[in-house]
């Protein structure tokens, strides 16, 4: 996008890249610079086509257009072998090896030394030492790759990287399973590559890390490069802004989105509070919601969005306090939270949400069967009245109730997933990006729509990327950093700068890096006991399943 | 369908689109049943006796085993899983029967060892099918292993049983084995019970499958687990059912088979059934990737291998070139269906 100045003859220039899914549109126009003995960050939300940009750098994909140009010279790779033979390493999430192989084997696999013939493992076995030891790593290479922790095990992978005499070393996310001292000790690593002429391609969502290690960042939205500039002088603020799309300091457009009522309804009772939550990334999360009232849930990528909504939902386990209206409640599985009147819509509506052969009736009166069956079973008068009123109450546009979900658009399929909790009459949705994937009018009318239900007394937890659907629709914020709740506003105080800082930062002040190892209080009445997991009180909540199916939030 | 699938435009609202999106459980059978409908034509013309009494019981005798089989394992595959253990559980059933009816003489009245022999080979298989299913959930193995344990261990616990030696029932001595053999060897207005007690399972289960929540949760376990469980769907219970389901109706299958036989054969009983089962399946339109099922399309499944296979014997085909015709039908029918669903 900007052009590669100051930058001395570049190692690698992608430019012009388009690449598309069935169904979707993953690079348009993505390019990418990396100079010799350059570390460069990619950065981008969750979908913006970052790991689909280096995956056909190095072959796993091929490109529909653009151009890729190594060392001046017009490439074009087959496959990741192809790649590393040209001097292009990745580094994979899920380190690529073979457990109960030697470090040695794993690090020549495939091109082990041979002499006559037959393999000359006295020689793998000095290289390998040699190939560890310029990274600083001492261990026997005789010992099985199993025995290793899993920062020597990445070591090893690294290893096996640079001993193909890479020009280039791709790590996708190489931090997400190292503790601090394994980072510090991989960061060492690279800076080692760095002064040996190796150029490394850094792919996170920790943007501390970045200044720590990075030299130059380029960042991704919806397929596109936006930006490409040094690290140095460019503030977290700034990255966040730019990779959600947003100028620091931008007005805010009112009416851009379909929320009209934020800040006007009477908050009711506290319907569900979690306080400390621990667990698969959560580190002392808490929220809480009231009836009538639209939280919004912002974070960054990995911050815990998503785990705090799921783990409220029973959907997985975690650690800490769970009251829903005042009582201790503890779920077993999904099915406990939707007795106590929640819902759970997911970010992943197709691996998550739709059961793709089933009809459009079967899918909307899912959750509902239990009450829309006697003795087992399913009342058909009964569920064609409720998807009939459903499908004409939220303009569902489809062929007809038997047709199957999956042919259906995907602003379609939201409503038929939110009509699956809304035949129920719940107290409670739970919404992990509602409107992700969504053309713009279809997206106004689901906002539209939960503005409604909140008037009408229901309480809603959004998680969004958006930054307009949080500061625009959301009574009051909540924002959550590397898994811990870090601030709170209210909508007096919400704006798209307060949310974006305290997502960068952890807090209102730029630049503070530390914030306190207990989230910030969410939560009024938190004198109640550290109940963790133990409970096992059933949650008793005053209003349970309705047996009646009737129009959500009761009343229009 | 695959060009315009995700978007719903207004043109696409037309009638024809209307009659393909919701009919093609209708239109899959549809075709099964001309491929069944072809094979008796030709029987009808070129098969001598075809339409004799004699023959019509032959088949149906051969196939009303598989279809009772076959349609547990069409609940089983509609979760995503398999049953590899269905022929297993027969022999186990089929040896448990006559135990109770030789000693039915311990019971008391003689009526209460008839009861037994029919309760508790299937109560046994039932539990079986539990132990199936809790490998699957509980355990977390994948069907095909969880299901090959008793495959292997399950033959092994019917030999143990009776130390590996067939039982003919006639040597029992027993005056239940009339009763008892009437479920295999009976006639109800002239039709053999065993095709009424097929007929019955086929309905119940069609019914279960299209008419309940147990059905609906059963294809939503199929097909999006992860979905179904956040939409409250209990998956590992309706994985748990489905296997004992499976239990149950193997049991069923092996003590038809026994009463059929006279004779209880540890070794024999059910031998090759998960096969001839999920045969039937296919050719019927279940995909086995679970998440859509059909038990009628699984019956006639059943129905065109049995008439395949008594077509070629009929007209003196070999018995290799007959697997291999059997073969080269469940890999027309599998792609025919693909082409259709897709």
Known sequence: MTEPKGVPEPLLVMEGIEKAFPGVVALDGASLHVAPAEVHAIIGQNGAGKSTLIKILNGAYRREAGSIML???????????????????????????????????????????????????????????????????HIDVRQPLSTLNIALQQMVAIARAISTDARIVIMDEPTSSLDEREVEILFDVIRGLKARGIAVIYISHRLDELYAVCD??????????????PIAGASKVELVARML????????????????????????????????LQGAGLDGASVAVRSGEIVGLAGLLGSGRTEVARAVFGADPALGELRVRGKPARWKSPRDAIRAGFGFSSEDRKAEGIIPYMSVRENLTLAALPALSRNGIVDNAEQRKIVDRFIDRLGIKTAGPDQRIRELSGGNQQKVLLARWLCLNPSLLLLDEPTRGIDVGAKAEIQGLIDELADNGLGVLMISSELEEITEGADRVVVLREGRTVAEFDHAEVSQDTVMHAMAHGDDEPGRRDVGTSGSPAVEGDSASRSVGAVTASASPGAPMPATLDEPGGRR | MSQ??????????????????????????????????????????????????????????????????????????????????????????????????????????????????????????TVLGAFNGTLVTVVGLQPIIATLVLYLGGRGIAQLLVNGELRELRNLGSPLIPSFEFIGLGQVFGIRFQIIIMLVVVAVAAWVLRATTFGRYVLATGGNPAAARLAGVPVNQVKMAVYCISGFLAGLAGLVVVAINRSADPHRVGEYMELDAIAAVAVGGTPLSGGRATILGTFIGAMIIQLLRFTLIAHNIPDGITRMVIAGAIVVAVLAQRQRSS
């Open chain 2, 4 to 125: 315009s699938a995700g978007q719903v435009t207004s043109s696409s609202l037309t009638p024809s689109r209307l009659a393909t999106s919701g009919l093609p459980a209708f239109i899959r059978t549809f075709s099964s049943l001309v491929a069944l409908a072809t094979l008796v034509i030709f029987n009808i013309l070129f098969t001598p006796n075809f339409l004799a009494v004699g023959t019509f019981n032959a088949n149906m005798t051969q196939v009303a085993t598989i279809v009772i089989v076959a349609v547990g394992m069409t609940f089983v595959i509609a979760t995503g899983g398999i049953d590899l253990s269905v022929g297993s559980l027969m022999a186990i059933a089929g040896v448990l029967a006559p135990m109770f009816l030789l000693d039915a003489r311990q019971f008391g009245a003689p009526a209460v060892g008839l009861v037994l022999a029919f309760v508790a080979p299937l109560l046994a298989t």
């Open chain 1, 245 to 276: 799309g947003k100028e620091i300091g931008e007005v805010r457009r009112s009416g851009a989105t379909g929320f009209q009522h934020r800040g006007a309804r009477p908050a009711g009772e506290v319907l569900v509070e979690a306080n400390d």
């Open chain 1, 71 to 137: 060392e001046g010279q017009p490439v074009d790779f087959h496959n990741p072998q192809e790649a590393q033979l040209a001097g292009v390493s990745t580094i994979y999430q899920e380190i690529n090896l073979v457990p109960y192989r030697s470090v040695a084997e794993n690090i020549f696999m495939g091109r082990e030394p041979r002499r006559w013939g037959l393999l000359d493992r006295g020689r793998m076995n000095r290289d390998a030492t040699a190939v560890l030891d310029r990274l600083g790593v």
């Open chain 1, 216 to 229: 130059r960042v380029t960042i991704m939205r919806d397929g596109k490069t936006i930006d490409e500039r």
